[in-house]
C-alpha cells in the first residue's frame, strides 16, 4: 500500500513541473547539454525546442569565438537598445 502512494505522489509532482522554454534553456547551458543528449535517440514534444536551443546556442558561441571584440560590441549595443526601449 506504500509503495501506491509513493507512485501516486511521484505521478502527481510530474505532473506539477513547468515545461521547457526556449528562453530558461538558452540560460541555463550545462541544462540543455544534458536535454540534448537526452532527445539523441528519443522522440518527445520537447525535443524540437530543445534541438532549437541547443543549435541556436552553438551559434552563439561559434559567433563569440570567431570575432570576440564584434561579439561584445553587439551585446552591448543590444543592451543599450533594450534600455532605450524600457525607458520609454
Do not use: W
Amino acid at each position: 500500500m506504500k509503495l501506491i502512494y509513493v507512485f501516486i505522489f511521484s505521478l502527481l509532482l510530474m505532473s506539477c513541473q513547468n515545461e521547457l522554454t526556449y528562453d530558461y534553456l538558452l540560460t541555463h547551458p550545462k541544462f540543455l547539454q544534458s536535454q540534448y543528449e537526452n532527445c539523441e535517440n528519443v522522440e518527445r514534444p520537447q525535443c524540437e525546442i530543445i534541438r532549437r536551443a541547443a543549435m541556436d546556442f552553438s551559434a552563439l558561441v561559434k559567433h563569440q569565438m570567431q570575432d570576440p571584440e564584434r561579439f561584445g560590441a553587439e551585446v552591448r549595443d543590444t543592451q543599450q537598445q533594450l534600455l532605450i526601449l524600457k525607458n520609454t
